[in-house]
């Protein structure tokens, strides 16, 4: 969906309304949502496009969606794949900003290997690693969200002049 002075409101009252849950599909979700925005309609004059992705653990899915299984030997492949795709698709001619913002879930839990690769996860679905943000609770994943509404809202209406001298 386009995000808009009008709506920005409409984005923020889905984010406070999220919880926690069982289940995560990460890399499908981000990989089906490139795929999304690369065959929507949308305006010609893209400014900017983005991803904002929203989790609380770790992959534990997405292997098993659309046989992903018989395209990556692994769910790492898989990621790198995303990641790449993050970092190679342009939509309009626009490349993609992918922002994660991620809440340790009971499936990370404490451990060392798990939260590194939990880390590990939000950098590679983030088109930089700026813009990967681990958080600790929802009211930080409503302030990041906030931030980044502002920044491409921001980033949408700044202007470029370019200026010559005549001699």
Same mark, same amino acid.
């Given at each position: #969906?386009?995000?808009?002075? +009008?709506? !920005?409101?409409?984005? *923020?009252?889905?984010?406070? %309304?999220?919880?926690?849950? %069982?289940? *995560?599909?990460?890399?499908? &979700?981000?990989? !089906?949502?490139?795929? $999304?925005?690369?065959?929507?309609?949308?305006?010609? %004059?893209?400014? %900017?496009? &983005?991803?904002?992705?929203? *989790?609380?653990?770790?992959?534990?899915?997405?292997?098993?969606?659309?046989?992903?299984?018989?395209?990556?030997?692994? !769910? @790492? &492949?898989?990621?790198?794949?995303? +990641?790449?795709?993050?970092?190679?698709? #342009?939509?309009?001619?626009?490349?993609?900003?992918?922002?994660?913002?991620?809440?340790?879930?009971?499936?990370?839990?404490?451990? $060392? @290997?798990?939260?590194?690769?939990?880390?590990?996860?939000?950098?590679?679905?983030?088109?930089?690693?700026?813009? &990967?943000?681990?958080?600790?609770?929802?009211?930080?994943? #409503?302030?990041?969200?906030?931030?980044?509404? $502002?920044?491409?809202?921001?980033?949408?209406?700044?202007?470029?002049?370019?200026?010559?001298?005549? $001699?």
């Amino acid at each position: #969906k386009q995000l808009n002075s +009008s709506n !920005k409101s409409e984005f *923020t009252s889905y984010i406070n %309304n999220r919880t926690m849950d %069982n289940g *995560t599909i990460l890399y499908y &979700a981000v990989d !089906k949502a490139i795929d $999304e925005i690369s065959t929507t309609q949308l305006p010609q %004059n893209l400014k %900017n496009v &983005a991803i904002v992705t929203f *989790t609380d653990g770790l992959d534990v899915g997405s292997m098993r969606m659309d046989n992903i299984e018989d395209l990556y030997e692994d !769910k @790492d &492949a898989y990621l790198n794949a995303v +990641s790449d795709k993050i970092k190679n698709t #342009k939509v309009k001619g626009v490349d993609i900003m992918s922002y994660s913002i991620g809440i340790k879930g009971d499936d990370v839990g404490s451990g $060392e @290997d798990r939260t590194t690769q939990f880390r590990n996860n939000l950098e590679k679905i983030a088109s930089t690693p700026d813009n &990967a943000m681990e958080v600790k609770d929802m009211a930080e994943v #409503k302030e990041k969200f906030d931030e980044i509404t $502002e920044q491409l809202f921001t980033y949408s209406y700044s202007q470029t002049i370019e200026l010559s001298t005549v $001699e």
